[in-house]
């Protein structure tokens, strides 16, 4: 059962336009949702994460959109530039556990190829 | 520079071989979780160790087994390979045991089985 699911699976965006990528997820009990970011033959790294509290949260070009109600959210990376050509994935995770483990259930991953 | 080592970065090795990969966390992390990725089944969380102590494990095969030594490094052990085990390994180290701790992802060790 995938608990996080994202799309698009791939995107193309022109240099200075807009990316979209969403993410929706199954379990109520999340409440820590990070974004990463890996470029090929590395490991990802975080990007921007956001608590349910919030409905936006932006760092720069990054912003990150959450909705509760719907269980969605999706990160909009404005101004998109070459550099950001790499692979994005949504993640999902608990705060405060009862077991003391915290991981990461992933979406699928995005793959994004901005062009000039 | 995450800050997280993986040894090897590469290897590759034959079905029903044995191989041990190696994480060593950031310096004063604690946790250290693995991560399979592979592109059917994407990023897929493995196990976590918390100074030494087993506290999670997800998809996991009974093949595979890990460990966090006093030192904190990790070490995880995969027998009886199969051509599906075929994937990126990574470990990610965290500050403390959760809460809103980032994880540091390493470079990944990427296992071939022949």
């Known amino acids: 059962q995938q608990q996080v699911k994202q799309s698009p699976q791939s995107l193309i965006v022109q240099k200075g336009g807009i990316s979209i990528i969403n993410c929706a997820y199954e379990n109520t009990a999340f409440d820590y949702f990070p974004w990463y970011q890996q470029f090929p033959g590395k490991g990802p790294a975080l990007l921007i994460a956001?608590?349910?509290?919030?409905s936006e949260k932006k760092e720069g070009r990054f912003t990150i959109s959450f909705n509760k109600s719907a269980k969605q959210f999706s990160l909009h990376i404005m101004d998109s530039q070459p550099g950001d050509s790499a692979t994005y994935f949504c993640a999902a995770s608990v705060a405060y556990s009862g077991a003391g483990s915290y991981q990461l259930t992933f979406g699928k991953g995005t793959k994004l190829s901005v062009i000039p | 520079d995450s800050g997280v080592t993986q040894t090897p970065k590469h290897l590759i090795t034959a079905t029903g071989q044995r191989v041990t990969l190696r994480c060593s966390p950031r310096?004063?992390?604690?946790?250290v979780y693995w991560y399979q990725q592979s592109l059917d089944q994407g990023l897929q969380f493995l196990i976590h160790y918390y100074n030494g102590e087993e506290r999670a494990k997800g998809n996991i095969l009974e093949r595979f087994s890990a460990q966090q030594f006093p030192d904190l490094h990790s070490e995880l052990n995969l027998s009886s390979l199969e051509l599906g085990d075929s994937a990126l390994y990574f470990c990610?180290?965290?500050?403390?045991?959760?809460?809103?701790?980032?994880?540091?992802f390493g470079p990944g060790t990427r296992l071939t089985v022949l």
């Open positions: 956001i608590r349910p509290d919030v």
């Open positions: 990610a180290s965290s500050r403390a045991g959760g809460g809103y701790n980032e994880q540091f």
């Open positions: 310096s004063g992390d604690l946790s």
